[in-house]
T-cell receptor, first 116, second 114 residues
Framework: KAGVTQTPRYLIKTRGQQVTLSCSPI?????VSWYQQTPGQGLQFLFE???????NKGNFPGRFSGRQFSNSRSEMNVSTLELGDSALYLC???????????????FGPGTRLTVL | KQEVTQIPAALSVPEGENLVLNCSFT??????LQWFRQDPGKGLTSLLL?????REQTSGRLNASLDKSSGRSTLYIAASQPGDSATYLC?????????????FGKGTLLTVNP
């Protein structure tokens, strides 16, 4: 069974540009979460999608947005890039998270974004 | 707001040593506590998950404990090996149980020397 796939793996952009990152979850998984990892702040939760609906959102500015498609693939978009957006962006997929039921999250290898 | 702290930030030990990594969290209303491993340039690998009603979990040479009342968790690694070298992250699940939202510590960088 293929793992979580993230594309591209590496990306270089300049300030002011926008970027779209993609995450393909494990087949059958319906929940996708996004995290940002930086040396200073560590791993921080961005948002979680389940069945095309955003269920939870972290404390990030509106420049960070995401969506999930009917096949559970997810994209996140960052507009008007800033130097501080340079980070490793990780996505994680899971079967589902319902009250009383916890299914393990599986993380992808991440997309390394560098903003110049 | 949940805050997770890990001590020490880095640890270097000789092969074969037993070691303990510490994790503390400020809000005890967590659903579960997880330990992950991250290798350089890679994603996260889940090691152990402790539900809020549990006190500990074991997997091979790894044992994790949870004390919600004191806001602490420890990861015990027995008979460390060079292959254990990685960054270890703990994460508190404070989503309320109906979705996913993990708050991570900044990790402990472990180096096991042959």
């Amino acid at each position: 069974k293929a793992g979580v796939t993230q594309t591209p793996r590496y990306l270089i952009k300049t300030r002011g540009q926008q970027v779209t990152l993609s995450c393909s979850p494990i087949s059958g998984h319906r929940s996708v979460s996004w995290y940002q990892q930086t040396p200073g702040q560590g791993l921080q939760f961005l948002f979680e999608y389940f069945s095309e609906t955003q269920r939870n959102k972290g404390n990030f500015p509106g420049r960070f947005s995401g969506r999930q498609f009917s096949n559970s693939r997810s994209e996140m978009n960052v507009s008007t890039l800033e130097l501080g957006d340079s980070a490793l962006y990780l996505c994680a997929s899971s079967l589902a998270r319902l009250a009383g039921i916890y299914n393990e999250q599986f993380f992808g290898p991440g997309t390394r974004l560098t903003v110049l | 707001k949940q805050e997770v702290t890990q001590i020490p930030a880095a640890l270097s030990v000789p092969e074969g040593e037993n070691l303990v990594l510490n994790c503390s969290f400020t809000d005890s209303a967590i659903y579960n506590l997880q330990w992950f491993r991250q290798d350089p340039g890679k994603g996260l690998t889940s090691l152990l998950l402790i539900q809020s009603s549990q006190r500990e979990q074991t997997s091979g040479r790894l044992n994790a404990s949870l004390d919600k009342s004191s806001g602490r968790s420890t990861l015990y690694i027995a008979a460390s090996q060079p292959g254990d070298s990685a960054t270890y992250l703990c994460a508190a699940d404070d989503s309320g149980g109906s979705n996913y939202k993990l708050t991570f510590g900044k990790g402990t960088l472990l180096t096991v020397n042959p």
